[in-house]
């Protein structure tokens, strides 16, 4: 069976993050696709196989990170996405069906593809006591992301800030669902990004996701909303680091990037 690395959200071996994919005739059982993932070991691995022709999905996915399956993953559809037109399994825009719905990836004649996700439904609430000592910063903005991701969105005083980050990552787990999406405005947009962002998830066994796509249709509309404008260009500054092309449509977020792969080999169990 053949099993590939993809590096998504980046246009170089090395950066972006990393995801497993794997191209299936069927789902075999749930216990086999989370040791597939803890094998892997990646934020998230794709699984995908092809539904029969008419449908409303061409191809079934579901993601899984080493600890558990997720409702949303941006950077493991994208790869899926990759894996599917560079080996010529699909070709054109391909629908997949998902715990979140029906996603579409559409290539880009640049070699970028394009995600349509479901927009993240922003909710302010107050900054739970303790976040700020957990996070090693104080909020200026706090907002709920919805079901899909479950996620807390903490606005901080600046990039520098968000790039000098070092939380307590067993302390954050109490705050959200999945984790802490952080973010502040870029300090020089002439670099070619409108904001900044790091991602942690300790209750899904990810302490720092490299680029989160899925964090996105929540800084999409956060960020589309401050700076006036519904496309944007977001910069996720891990140590891996990579960028992730917005354009809020209402209640639908496009996600754009590039992927490589950078590992094809063969799974023997």
Not at 210 to 226: D, K, Q
Request: hydrophobic share 40%.
């Amino acid at each position: 069976m053949r099993i590939r690395i993809v590096d998504a959200f980046t246009d170089r071996p090395f950066a972006g993050n990393p995801a497993g994919v794997l191209l299936l005739d069927s789902f075999p059982d749930d216990a086999w696709l989370q040791n597939v993932a803890v094998e892997v070991n990646h934020a998230e691995t794709a699984f995908t196989h092809p539904l029969p022709a008419g449908g409303e999905a061409d191809w079934a996915l579901r993601w899984f990170t080493p600890t558990t399956e997720v409702a949303l993953c941006g950077h493991a559809t994208l790869a899926a996405a990759h894996v599917l037109h560079t080996t010529g399994a699909h070709r054109g825009p391909v629908r997949f069906t998902t715990r979140s719905g029906i996603l579409v990836a559409t290539p880009g004649d640049d070699g970028s593809i394009t995600l349509d996700f479901p927009t993240a439904p922003l909710t302010p609430v107050a900054a739970p006591n303790g976040v700020a000592e957990a996070l090693g910063a104080e909020p200026l903005a706090t907002f709920d992301t919805g079901p899909n991701t479950g996620d807390l969105l903490i606005e901080v005083t600046d990039e520098r800030t968000v790039l000098g980050l070092a939380p307590d990552h067993k302390a954050l787990a109490r705050y959200s669902k999945r984790g802490i999406i952080t973010t502040a405005r870029a300090e020089d947009p002439s670099r070619g990004y409108d904001f900044v962002s790091r991602c942690f998830f300790p209750n899904v066994g990810i302490d720092e996701d490299p680029v989160t796509g899925s964090a996105h249709t929540a800084l999409a509309p956060f960020w589309s909303e401050r700076l006036g404008r519904t496309t944007l260009t977001g910069l996720q500054a891990s140590p891996r680091s990579g960028l992730v092309r917005t354009e809020l449509r209402g209640e639908r977020t496009l996600l754009t990037g590039h992927a490589v792969t950078v590992v094809d080999g063969e799974l023997l169990a």
